[in-house]
């Protein structure tokens, strides 16, 4: 029978293996799910993994998902090396959104936006991320608060503000009573960087993120301090390394991306404020976050491996008439996965009687 041994030190190779061996694991068990609901396994992981990238659209539509996942796991990945654990992303996301969009609306009324009033929705919906963030931080650092289960009942709050504006002060006059802000002018929304697609600017400010976030982690004094503030609290509070600016800086930073993330999305492929902004991407990225071993760079490939899920998610549903739910199964087939995999880290696997 099988056996766990604990290994003498963390295996380094099994860290940066265990991500690869839970996507095989996530395609094997999706394998067995499509076996299950009598669906032949070859084709419909070919549909899920194979037919989204088949032409240049397809590969595109993979890069709309990349850009909110990937920005939002690059903040996540900076607050879980710091050991805070934000995981209401998704409500900063949808802030941002909100910040974003009613900016536009203010000012789109006369003007016809431009680089400069664009650049100003982006921070507009970074400052909206950074608030919704730092109302968990000051719970945390004036009242102990913890700090996952504050920035998740947050994700519920920010949903009801959306639906709240988007029914009453945000909604179109002229939408015919549906819940949904006027359309951007095309002023505000961001450019396109494949010409006949829609992947958008989002992309590239994604992966400014990812290469800003391994820059700072591993070339920054301030990066250095927030790890070691991460991993060996007390040893960072001899040095005199603030865990309070921390707790700040990390989530300061996590939120401010959400909202980037957010306000990417209303500028880019939804181009208007809706009572739903994001299919979960905030959750999502939690996940994207782990599977990249918390590592700025490492989350590219992972969000990649999220972004494909969600793009075969949606084909299945058109082609091999499975429910919406399949995207959400194989994301937590992936979790499970990685956990699972994980142990492996720290414990070898035999074969045999102790």
Same mark, same amino acid.
């Given at each position: ?13 099994? +860290?940066?293996?265990?991500?690869? =061996? $839970? #996507? ?5 068990? &999706?394998? /067995? *799910?499509?076996? @299950? ?51 209401g ?9 909100? +910040?974003?969009?009613?900016?536009? =609306? $203010? #000012? ?5 936006? &431009?680089? /400069? *009033?664009?650049? @100003?929705?982006?921070?507009?919906g ?24 504050v ?24 939408g ?12 505000? =929304? ?10 958008? *600017? ?8 990812a ?12 990066g ?8 060996a ?13 921390a ?25 208007? =404020? ?62 499970f ?18």
């Amino acid at each position: 029978m099988f056996r766990l041994e604990p290994r003498a030190e963390a295996s380094v190779f099994m +860290a940066w293996f265990s991500p690869l =061996l $839970a #996507v095989l694991l996530t395609v094997v068990c &999706g394998a /067995l *799910l499509f076996v @299950a609901v009598d669906k032949d396994p070859l084709t419909s992981l070919a549909v899920f993994f194979v037919e989204p990238l088949k032409d240049l659209n397809g590969w595109a539509e993979v890069g709309v998902k990349v850009a909110p996942l990937l920005t939002i796991a690059v903040g996540l990945a900076l607050c879980f090396r710091a050991k805070v654990f934000n995981i209401g992303a998704e409500g900063q996301l949808i802030v941002g959104a909100i +910040a974003a969009g009613a900016f536009i =609306l $203010a #000012v789109d009324t006369d003007t016809h936006g &431009g680089p /400069l *009033l664009i650049t @100003a929705a982006i921070m507009a919906g970074a400052l909206g991320g950074m608030l919704w963030a730092a109302l968990v931080a000051w719970l945390r650092d004036q009242f102990n608060a913890n700090e996952i289960l504050v920035s998740l009942m947050l994700v519920y709050v920010a949903e009801l503000l959306l639906s709240y504006l988007v029914h009453g002060a945000l909604r179109d006059p002229d939408g015919f009573g549906f819940p949904q802000s006027r359309l951007f002018s095309d002023g505000f =929304l961001l450019p396109s960087v494949l010409q006949g697609t829609r992947l958008h *600017l989002g992309i590239v400010l994604a992966c400014l993120a990812a290469v800003l976030g391994w820059l700072y982690l591993s070339r920054s004094f301030s990066g250095f301090k927030l790890q070691v503030g991460g991993m060996a609290p007390l040893a960072a509070r001899y040095a005199g390394f603030s865990s309070r600016r921390a707790l700040w800086a990390s989530l300061l930073v996590s939120g401010g991306l959400a909202g980037i993330a957010g306000a990417a999305e209303i500028m880019g492929p939804i181009g208007q =404020l809706t009572p739903s902004v994001s299919p979960g991407y905030g959750f999502a990225a939690i996940i994207v976050a782990f599977v990249g071993r918390l590592h700025p760079i490492g989350v590219i490939f992972s969000s990649f491996i999220m972004a494909l899920l969600y793009i075969g998610g949606e084909l299945s549903q058109s082609r091999l008439g499975m429910p919406s739910a399949i995207t959400g199964i194989f994301q937590g087939i992936l979790l499970f996965s990685l956990l699972a995999c994980d142990v492996l880290i720290h414990n070898k696997l035999r074969w045999g009687k102790k």
